[in-house]
């Protein structure tokens, strides 16, 4: 009985340490906002719309339906390639066709 509950005690723990690695990933996401366009290709953090599906999905540079978290406040003031700059909502340009 003696290891069964050694078994246990680790299980527990293992899955409190597992618990607890999700919740400073939340807290980071909350000082920073989606902003479409500034994902280099493949780069995107998740769906965004037409030519995306999730993280990593991107077809080109800069894919303006495509979004990256960046820290909060400094997206409509990067500054990109051609003029491109970052929105805060999905952009139509440079949208891969079909």
């Known amino acids: 009985m003696h290891s069964r509950s050694t078994y246990l005690i680790l299980a527990g723990s293992l899955a409190s340490a597992l618990a607890m690695s999700t919740v400073p990933g939340r807290a980071a996401d909350e000082g920073k906002e989606k902003c479409f366009g500034v994902a280099l290709k493949g780069q995107n953090d998740c769906a965004a719309g037409a030519g995306t599906t999730c993280a990593g ?8 339906n495509s979004w990256k978290l960046v820290p909060k406040g400094t997206c409509l003031s990067m500054k990109l390639p051609g003029n491109r700059k970052g929105a805060l ?9 079909g």
Request: hydrophobic share 20%; glycine share 6%; aromatic share 6%.
């Open 57 to 64: 999905t991107s077809k080109i540079d800069y894919q303006g």
């Open 89 to 97: 909502e999905a952009q139509s340009r440079d949208v891969p066709k």
